[in-house]
Nanobody, 116 residues
Framework: QVQLVESGGGLVQAGGSLRLSCTASGSIFSIVTMGWYRQTPGKQRELVATLTGSTTTTFADSVKDRFTISRDNAKNTVTLQMNSLKPEDTAVYYC??????????WGQGTQVTVSS
């Protein structure tokens, strides 16, 4: 059984930074894509950032130039560094991983709250 555990959420003032981490455990192999999504009440979950392989990244327009994503394959870990946070970044952030067989895994979510 695969489990994704996120950490690093919390409360921060606008302009501040947070780092989210997500580590996968269990029978998960050959992870192709690691990423982060977020969701606010009443809205659909949206892509924040993904990293495929070592260098191919995708970012939501709203977070470009503020967020970076990185991965440690040896530790099955993906990290989202969030800088210059804005109140509109407030959401539950979910870790996502997809393996080479296209199986998708989700974390339980971590709350990020940015106060103005």
């Amino acid at each position: 059984q695969v489990q994704l555990v996120e950490s690093g959420g919390g409360l921060v003032q606008a302009g501040g930074s947070l780092r989210l981490s997500c580590t996968a455990s269990g029978s998960i192999f050959s992870i192709v894509t690691m990423g982060w999504y977020r969701q606010t009440p009443g809205k659909q979950r949206e892509l924040v950032a993904t990293l495929t392989g070592s260098t191919t990244t995708t970012f939501a327009d709203s977070v470009k130039d503020r967020f970076t994503i990185s991965r440690d394959n040896a530790k099955n870990t993906v990290t989202l560094q969030m800088n210059s946070l804005k109140p509109e970044d407030t959401a539950v952030y979910y870790c996502n991983m997809k393996d080479v067989w296209a199986r998708i895994y989700w974390g339980q979510g971590t709350q990020v709250t940015v106060s103005s």
